[in-house]
């Protein structure tokens, strides 16, 4: 299970995709989006059929990322956090490609400043972190992403010493959870 506040929100009733920005700035939309995400997670946490739950996103709740967390933990799930992290300067590039919208420069200042200290809150509570660096080259990305798919394979690395199921692992775009249920 994947769950993801941008996918939700495009379900909004007022999502245009031909203006996304619009439906950020609206509030209500965010609310009722992350309402959705909170209601499925807490839905996936329940269902132990679930093998594995996936939460995308910035991470700079940390409030939040703490007590989904510990709910998974209570759940019986295994926990890992990956933060793949870049530097402003290549984000601020990167989103001046980006086709479907761009973020605005001051909320990219804002969550450079807040995502490596809400990693460095979360990560000691997670049974296993780990950094993959986007601003890497090509080559180094994927001796990373290599690392991180041995790690959950094998489930045992000096970094990473939980039991991961063999399962292959989407990796998204940002400080992501992943949550998975214990064999």
Do not use: M
């Not at 700035?25 to 499925?40: K, P």
């Not at 972190?129 to 798919?149: E, H, K, P, T």
């Amino acid at each position: 299970t994947v769950l993801d506040l941008d996918t939700e929100i495009a379900r909004h009733p007022r999502f245009d995709p031909g203006n996304v920005s619009a439906i950020y700035a609206n509030r209500r939309a965010y609310a009722w989006a992350d309402a959705r995400v909170e209601a499925a997670y807490a839905r996936s946490l329940a269902d132990a059929s679930i093998a594995s739950i996936v939460v995308d996103g910035t991470g700079t709740k940390v409030e939040r990322r703490l007590r989904r967390v510990a709910a998974a933990k209570a759940a019986g799930l295994a926990t890992l956090l990956v933060y793949v992290k870049v530097d402003l300067e290549t984000a601020v590039r990167r989103n001046s490609r980006r086709p479907e919208r761009t973020v605005p420069l001051a909320a990219l200042q804002e969550y450079a400043r807040l995502v490596d200290r809400a990693h460095a809150r979360v990560s000691p509570s997670v049974g296993c972190s780990v950094v993959i660096d986007n601003n890497a080259d090509l080559g180094a990305r994927r001796d990373q992403l290599a690392f991180l798919r041995t790690a959950l394979a094998t489930g045992l690395t000096a970094e990473c010493r939980l039991p991961f199921p063999r399962r292959l692992l989407r990796l998204l775009t940002r400080s992501t959870a992943l949550l998975r249920r214990r064999p």
